[in-house]
């Protein structure tokens, strides 16, 4: 059964740092893997998806890795800013399946 | 890409009574899919809205609670019946293709509140 997971659980920086959030799934076999983000309250907005052929994706100052053999992706925000405040959500689609699975996802909180 | 208009955007219903939750996207989709998230916790797949045919529901729901229809290829319903406080959360439909480049898509979720 997939599972994935996300570190941390949260995360405080101040304006301007570079940072790295961590998702991983259990089951390599998965055919994409997307990083949404969610205001509070809110629907998620898509960020980047990664097809399970491809190692990275980028979309200005975020870029998104992938490393299916060992189930890893990471999310990479540069020079971060306090609209970036959000919860981030990775969320992976396991082959030959509909559904996707989500994290429980990073709280990040950029301090001006 | 495709846009998704969700409503309502929320609601505070008594407990007792049912709400139905509309999804219309702009484009036919083959797969619609409602989720469920609790406050605090991820999002939680309910059921699968298939054009055609019954819903396919996950382990832990069941059509009486969660009836769904799917009229056709750009729209879909959810309904909670019965409601009572534990279904306080954010719904969200959302769609996707069978294929592996293609993202996923979401609507703005509806806040329910179950006093």
């Known amino acids: 059964k997939q599972e994935v997971t996300q570190i941390p659980a949260a995360l405080s920086v101040p304006e301007g740092e570079n940072l790295v959030l961590n998702c991983s799934f259990t089951?390599?076999?998965?055919?994409?893997l997307q990083w949404f983000r969610q205001d509070p309250g809110k629907g998620l907005t898509s960020l980047l998806l990664?097809?399970?052929?491809?190692r990275e994706q980028t979309s200005g100052r975020l870029n998104a890795s992938l490393d299916k053999s060992s189930g890893r992706s990471t999310l990479y925000i540069a020079a971060s800013q306090p609209g970036d405040s959000a919860t981030y959500l990775c969320?992976?689609?396991?082959?030959?399946?509909?559904?996707?699975?989500f994290g429980k996802g990073t709280r990040l909180h950029i301090l001006p | 890409s495709a846009v998704i208009s969700q409503k309502p955007s929320r609601d505070i219903c008594q407990r007792g009574t049912s709400l139905t939750i509309q999804c219309q996207v702009d484009?036919?989709?083959?797969?619609m899919f409602w989720y469920r998230q609790q406050p605090g916790q991820s999002l939680t797949l309910i059921a699968t809205?298939?054009?055609?045919?019954?819903?396919?529901?996950e382990s832990g729901f069941v059509i009486d609670k969660f009836p769904i229809s799917r009229p056709n290829l750009t729209f879909s319903t959810l309904t909670v019946s019965n409601m009572s406080p534990e279904d306080s959360s954010i719904y969200l439909c959302?769609?996707?293709?069978?294929?592996?480049?293609?993202?996923?898509?979401f609507g703005q979720g509806t806040r329910l509140t179950v006093v």
């Open positions: 959302s769609v996707n293709e069978d294929r592996a480049d293609t993202e996923a898509f």
């Open positions: 089951d390599s076999a998965i055919y994409n």
């Open positions: 990664i097809q399970s052929s491809q």
């Open positions: 969320a992976v689609r396991p082959d030959r399946d509909d559904k996707i699975i």
């Open positions: 484009s036919q989709v083959t797969m």
């Open positions: 809205a298939n054009q055609g045919s019954e819903a396919t529901y």
